[in-house]
Nanobody, 123 residues
Framework: QVQLVESGGGLVQAGGSRRLSCAAS????????MGWFRQAPGKEREFVAR???????YYADSVKGRFTISRDNANNTVNLQMNGLRPEDTAVYYC?????????????????WGQGTQVTVSS
C-alpha cells in the first residue's frame, strides 16, 4: 500500500510559477512510474506528466515546455515544477503511482492516488 500526499498548491497570477510535491509513505516511489493529473470543475481528469522509473519523462502537449516532472528518490517524493502558468491551468492536481511498465496517460491505469491540491491561476 502506498499513501500519497500532494502539497504546494495555491493561488498564483498568470505567468507565475508553482512547485507541487508528492510525498509517499508505505513504499519506495522509485519502484513506481509516477504521474501528475489534473481535474478542472466540470471536466474529466486529464494527464499532465509522467516519469518512468528510469527518469524518462512524458508531457501533455498543453504543458510541454512549461512544466517539469522530477523525482527526488532520497526524499521519496515526486515534484512538478510549473512555470508560465495560465488561467486554463486552474485545477485540482493529483499525483498517482503506476506499478505497471506500459506508458499510461489514462488515469484508470494508475494504482494509487493522492487527495489532490488546488492550483488557481488568476488572470
Amino acid at each position: 500500500q502506498v499513501q500519497l500526499v500532494e502539497s504546494g498548491g495555491g493561488l498564483v497570477q498568470a505567468g507565475g510559477s508553482r512547485r507541487l510535491s508528492c510525498a509517499a509513505s508505505g513504499r519506495t516511489l522509485s519502484t513506481f512510474a509516477m504521474g501528475w493529473f489534473r481535474q478542472a470543475p466540470g471536466k474529466e481528469r486529464e494527464f499532465v506528466a509522467r516519469i518512468s522509473r528510469g527518469g524518462t519523462t512524458y508531457y501533455a502537449d498543453s504543458v510541454k515546455g512549461r512544466f517539469t516532472i522530477s523525482r527526488d528518490n532520497a526524499n521519496n517524493t515526486v515534484n512538478l515544477q510549473m512555470n508560465g502558468l495560465r488561467p486554463e491551468d486552474t485545477a485540482v492536481y493529483y499525483c498517482a503511482a503506476d506499478g505497471g511498465y506500459v506508458v499510461r496517460r489514462n488515469p484508470s491505469g494508475y494504482d494509487y492516488w493522492g487527495q489532490g491540491t488546488q492550483v488557481t491561476v488568476s488572470s
